[in-house]
């Protein structure tokens, strides 16, 4: 669609917004598609009372918007779906707005919510140890968009992928700095994810195994 992956993201975080998918994961992205017929067959009532001390605090970290009753609903059905404390999503609406600032789209802050729920993130305390373990990785991610010859901060996404490249795949950060290096101006931070996809794949872990690896593709 010549389109880059964030405005997909948008488009879909825009449908979510009307009912019409749900937005489960970004990174990489899978979405639910939901039956158009039954959109708006059941809308459960929320008691005012139960969420008055969570609504005042959200509404004073949005402060550069009013907060809709729609918008209201769905992160009621968010910490009750996914059991999330509301203390939880106010941290996370706070880390939202400290990356995209105080007029910050509430899909944005749902979905992160849901990825974070789905990794068993839901209370108070998981939500600040998930925060101490992204600002902990911030200087390395830094470190990678510089490798790329990228000069913007990091952001949610990459910190997301570096966890990954990490954690899942195994890689350590003097790796992914020495592929980063090869591919610099030849593609930003997504191109850098297909390419340890790749090497990983080939169970290429090592610098010294990737850099074999290429030197062996340039021979022949």
Excluded at 14 to 26: P, S
Excluded at 39 to 61: G, L, P
Excluded at 107 to 116: G, V
């Amino acid at each position: 669609l010549n389109m880059k992956p964030s405005e997909i993201e948008d488009c879909f975080l825009y449908w979510q917004e009307q009912g019409l998918v749900t937005v489960l994961k970004l990174d990489p992205i899978e979405v639910r598609y939901l039956p158009v017929k039954e959109n708006n067959a059941f809308v459960k009532k929320y008691s005012k009372s139960k969420y008055s001390t969570f609504n005042t605090q959200i509404q004073e970290i949005l402060s550069d918007r009013m907060i809709t009753p729609t918008e209201y609903k769905e992160y009621y059905s968010l910490m009750e779906t996914f059991h999330v404390e509301p203390s939880a999503l106010i941290m996370i609406a706070k880390y939202c707005t400290n990356l995209k600032g105080n007029d910050v789209n509430y899909p944005y802050i749902l979905t992160i919510a849901k990825n974070w729920a789905y990794e068993g993130v839901r209370t108070a305390k998981d939500v600040e140890e998930k925060l101490k373990e992204y600002e902990a990785i911030v200087g390395d991610v830094a470190d990678v968009l510089s490798a790329l010859g990228s000069k913007r901060q990091a952001m949610f996404d990459d910190k997301k992928m570096y966890t990954r490249w990490t954690k899942n795949l195994g890689f350590d950060k003097d790796t992914i700095l020495f592929v980063a290096k090869l591919l610099k101006k030849k593609g930003g931070i997504e191109k850098l994810n297909e390419r340890l996809e790749k090497y990983y794949e080939l169970k290429l872990l090592s610098t010294k195994e990737i850099e074999d690896h290429e030197q062996n593709k340039q021979s022949l």
